[in-house]
């Protein structure tokens, strides 16, 4: 309840004198007009190392539905009604169809999960409709830069911004030298240059790499525990004197098993251990246990970093819909873009776009499977602007032409 009333408070405090509040509700009987927002996930069934770290079947989805019902709150105040269409492709299969199924059904903006290639074919196919789209799961650095689209607003940061966030605690931490490895599939080499360019930027030192080679097995069973605890210390044998070892592993083929197996007794970060990520379901700061708490009591669990990017993006509508008092996409999007936009998503200061790619500037939560152990940027790490852009490609390095 305290959130709905601050909600409704800063609402009225900030668009609307207060005398005239009443003149502004609309009449009674009149219909709500109504916004309907699509989501397009791609999803399929997905192996992990461990049976706790399986995704819930409604990951992102539920982040969104948990917004719907906020924006749903200051709506009706103001005769907006907020709905959530949800669609569904495989992995890397064609989007385009299901995209234009959800705009023939209504929606004027879509949430979008989805991998780079398919993004990009739906932010194209968008454009021609007018269709803002909200990318809530793809950490790609190219979408925002040689392959940047100026109808695509980017929730979820970028893989340079979560190891930027890393780097800047071990560096603040005097651990500057540091071992990689890393898998053989695409996402896990886009993690590996990241952490590498976060090394040169913050003056980390990467002293040795390593690939672990995919081999295909079924990973659990084919895996077992005597296994590991023999196999990984002598993968992990022979590197040179590091302080940290860092895993980029985002295809869960091997990272989960690093932390406590290595050779030599370090801290584990990236994919693994201590890990970036946009949101962490132990966050209790910054009003966090309010948002932790509506979210489990609606959905029965924690909220997951693509929740909270699915909630902050319609959270971004719906404040932008508040704040022009209109449903009107192009109205909302214009919003949305000027200067003056921010919003408040529990993460200890407003948050805004960046012009030149619409990247959502946000702090990174570093933690492991229990806790929070700290957000970047870190103290000491400072910028001209705002200490959000020393995480990923700043201005002056930007590739981004929009289009």
């Not at 340079?160 to 931490?173: E, H, P």
């Not at 309010?290 to 404040?319: C, H, P, Y």
Request: proline share 4%; with cysteine; hydrophobic share 40%.
């Amino acid at each position: 309840m305290l959130y709905v009333f601050v909600l409704f408070l800063s609402f009225w405090l900030s668009s609307l004198g207060a005398g005239d509040a009443a003149a502004q509700q609309p009449a009674k009987g009149t219909p709500p007009a109504e916004l309907k927002l699509g989501y397009l996930r791609a999803h399929e069934p997905r192996l992990a190392l461990s049976v706790l770290d399986v995704s819930p079947r409604d990951e992102g989805v539920a982040g969104a539905e948990v917004a719907i019902s906020d924006n749903n709150t200051t709506g009706r105040f103001l005769g907006q009604a907020f709905s959530l269409d949800v669609a569904e492709v495989k992995l890397e299969a064609d989007a385009v169809p299901a995209f234009r199924e959800l705009a023939g059904r209504g929606a004027t903006t879509v949430l979008a999960d989805l991998s780079a290639s398919q993004l990009l074919s739906v932010a194209d196919a968008a454009r021609a409709e007018g269709i803002e789209i909200f990318n809530i799961g793809a950490t790609d650095d190219r979408l925002r830069e040689e392959d940047c689209r100026a109808n695509v607003f980017h929730i979820a940061p970028t893989r340079s911004m979560l190891a930027d966030g890393l780097a800047q605690y071990l560096i603040w931490k005097q651990w500057p030298r540091w071992a990689l490895i890393y898998g053989s599939h695409e996402g896990d080499r886009l993690f590996a240059d990241a952490l590498r360019r976060a090394a040169t930027r913050f003056g980390g030192e990467i002293v040795a790499e390593k690939e672990f080679a995919d081999t295909g097995t079924a990973r659990r069973t084919d895996s077992g525990v005597v296994q590991i605890q023999r196999q990984m210390p002598v993968f992990t044998q022979g590197l040179p004197d590091h302080d940290v070892l860092l895993v980029a592993d985002e295809s869960e083929v091997f990272g989960t098993y690093v932390p406590f197996r290595t050779w030599e007794p370090r801290p584990v970060a990236g994919t693994a251990g201590l890990i970036p990520t946009a949101w962490h379901p132990a966050s209790e700061q910054w009003g966090g246990t309010q948002i932790q708490n509506r979210f489990a009591k609606a959905t029965g669990r924690r909220m997951l970093a693509k929740d909270m990017s699915a909630w902050t993006a319609v959270r971004i509508i719906g404040e932008a819909a508040t704040r022009t008092r209109s449903t009107d996409v192009s109205q909302i999007a214009r919003f949305i873009r000027s200067k003056d936009f921010s919003i408040a998503a529990f993460k200890g200061q407003k948050l805004t776009f960046r012009q030149w790619n619409w990247q959502l500037r946000q702090p990174i939560f570093l933690g492991d499977g229990r806790s929070v152990v700290s957000t970047s940027p870190q103290e000491g790490f400072l910028h001209q602007f705002s200490e959000l852009d020393t995480l990923g490609i700043d201005q002056p390095e930007t590739k981004c032409v929009l289009k």
